[in-house]
């Protein structure tokens, strides 16, 4: 059965915009992309939408519905109350290019600073063996999607332009903490986790774990894991000790890649 | 005026609204630093007051280990070798192990960022603080030591255990007695021992350190147990942290003779 939908969509770009409003005829089982499309189709042919999969799988359609960092492919209309407004603005933590779209290249350059996985050397009959245990373990972090919108639900960039330099972002602890964790890796990375990826400055107050539509648990399996190496590297006396007398400190260190200046 | 920064930052979308989220987000910080504030205001009182911390045989956990020369007759386990020069009540000593253990928390951590710093306040809620350094500074990175708060704190609830273990003498030394009073202390020894345990540091140490759980399958066994006990932290947080109030609550009440301890045998 078919309704009128109320709904607020900030229109604009760098230089200025507002919420403009509309009301769409829906249908039930419908989600917010829908809404979204019908609007482009027909009241306003130049709304500037992302969206690629409408599966919740490609991580394009992050807006903020209601003032929550969200998939529009995945908001069912059904989760709103009877008369309630929708509200969607472009996620608030990047520039914003114009409409809903924003420009998240903030992300792309980050991914570019982690060390890539780095193998030990194969072993005489070429193959890599791994047990099932270990290649469970970072499965979960292979479920990202890359929507960012982890990234742009942090407070840490969110409300500070100024630490985007310094800060990852869970969504890249979350690859930090994959590459760590994999048994035949061997860069050391728990340096950079925190004089680069800023790991330090999450407070671990979960808002990227709460917005996560692939419900990784991103605080608990990986902020916090990756805050414990850093503490054994850089903050136990006694694991400090531990390095000394083993000689482990000899170990290689992994490099920075490449840097974050433009 | 500095340049605006954050949701103000000039190349976002504008605009004005601090948040637009709708439903009652501030319910959480609201309700949590209630609770918090609450417990340390009785948890204040109760540790400076000195009196109606012991009952034959049940000591309440603030007042375990009572080390100082001031401790009521019996209530002393460990002797006390303090002495007497310790001009405050005994409690405050040793109330500083579970303080640093929770102050350090993880979770806690979480719970008083939001509710009393508002760092965020909620999720996709602005904070209100111009510059944020997180946990890279003094007296933040201090942090780090958590891991040594919790060593602290697995001794301390060795105490709690043989305390919980003395509630089954009866108030004239003998065994196989227990009351009311014993299930309450029972329950706030396991209660902090599962607090303890789940704890993230744990987790780390047990085995989540490891490169490989193929190669150590004890301590994997060990880390999915603990892991298991780490996915319910916060609610162990909460429960052991109410309840250990509450036993400090009923022992006062004996002590104080408000109310008698139901014998059950
Ligand atoms: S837990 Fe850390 S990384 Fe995640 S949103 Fe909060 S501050 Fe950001
Ligand atoms: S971790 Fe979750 S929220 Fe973050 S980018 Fe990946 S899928 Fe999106
Ligand atoms: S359109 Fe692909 S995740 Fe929404
Ligand atoms: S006690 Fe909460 S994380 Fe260690």
Not at chain 2, 211 to 220: A, G, I, L, Q, T
Not at chain 2, 233 to 249: C, E, G, I
Request: with cysteine.
């Amino acid at each position: 059965m078919g309704y009128d939908l109320q709904m607020k969509v900030w229109r604009g770009d760098a230089t200025g915009g507002e919420l403009v409003d509309y009301t769409v005829p829906v249908e039930e089982g419908e989600v917010v992309l829908d809404a979204l499309h019908r609007i482009q189709a027909t009241q306003s042919g130049d709304l500037a939408v992302r969206w690629n999969c409408k599966a919740g799988k490609c991580g394009s359609c992050s807006t903020e519905i209601n003032g929550k960092p969200r998939l529009a492919c995945m908001t069912r209309l059904s989760t709103f109350e009877d008369g309630e407004t929708v509200t969607v603005t472009p996620l608030r933590a990047f520039p914003v290019i114009r409409d809903l779209v924003t420009d998240v290249s903030y992300n792309y350059k980050v991914a570019e600073t982690i060390p890539a996985f780095a193998p030990e050397p194969r072993p005489a009959d070429g193959a890599y063996r791994m047990q099932q245990v270990d290649v469970e373990r970072g499965q979960e972090f292979r479920k990202c999607i890359e929507c960012f919108l982890c990234q742009t639900v942090c407070h840490v960039i969110r409300d500070h332009e100024e630490n985007k330099p310094q800060f990852s972002g869970p969504r890249f602890f979350l690859r930090y903490a994959e590459l760590e964790m994999h048994p035949l890796d061997t860069n050391d990375r728990r340096q950079l986790a925190r004089e680069q990826a800023g790991i330090g400055l999450c407070n671990i107050t979960k808002c990227c774990t709460e917005v996560c539509p692939e419900g990784i648990h991103i605080t608990d399996n990986a902020i916090i894991p990756m805050k414990e190496r850093v503490v054994d590297r850089s903050f136990d006396p006694v694991t400090w000790l531990g390095r000394k007398i083993f000689r482990r400190d000899q170990l290689e260190e992994a490099q920075v890649p490449q840097s974050r200046a433009e | 005026m500095a340049a605006p920064t954050g949701i103000k930052s000039p190349t976002r979308a504008r605009i004005a609204a601090r948040t637009l989220r709708t439903d009652r987000w501030w319910l959480y910080p609201t309700f949590t630093a209630l609770v918090l504030l609450a417990f340390v205001a009785y948890a204040t009182y109760r540790a400076f007051v000195g009196e109606h911390y012991f009952a034959e045989p049940y000591l309440t956990p603030f007042y375990s280990p009572c080390v100082t020369t001031e401790c009521v007759e019996g209530s002393s386990h460990l002797g006390t070798w303090v002495g007497d020069w310790w001009p405050l009540s005994p409690a405050v000593l040793i109330l500083v192990i579970p303080l640093s253990l929770r102050l350090t928390c993880y979770y806690y951590r979480k719970a008083y960022y939001r509710s009393f710093w508002m760092s965020p306040p909620a999720c996709a809620v602005a904070e209100p603080h111009r510059r944020y350094t997180g946990e890279t500074r003094f007296p933040l990175i201090l942090q780090n030591i958590h891991r040594y708060a919790l060593y602290l704190a697995l001794a301390y609830n060795v105490l709690l255990t043989y305390d919980a273990v003395m509630a089954f003498k009866s108030p004239e030394g003998e065994w196989g007695h227990m009351g009311l009073g014993t299930l309450i202390l029972v329950v706030n020894a396991v209660l902090l021992g599962l607090y303890s345990l789940s704890c993230h540091s744990c987790r780390h140490i047990i085995g989540g350190r490891l490169r490989s759980f193929s190669k150590h399958p004890v301590r994997y066994r060990a880390w999915g147990m603990v892991s298991v006990l780490n996915g319910r932290h916060a609610q162990l947080a909460w429960a052991s942290l109410v309840w250990v109030a509450f036993t400090d609550f009923y022992i006062w009440m004996v002590a104080s003779g408000t109310w008698s301890d139901p014998r059950f045998f």
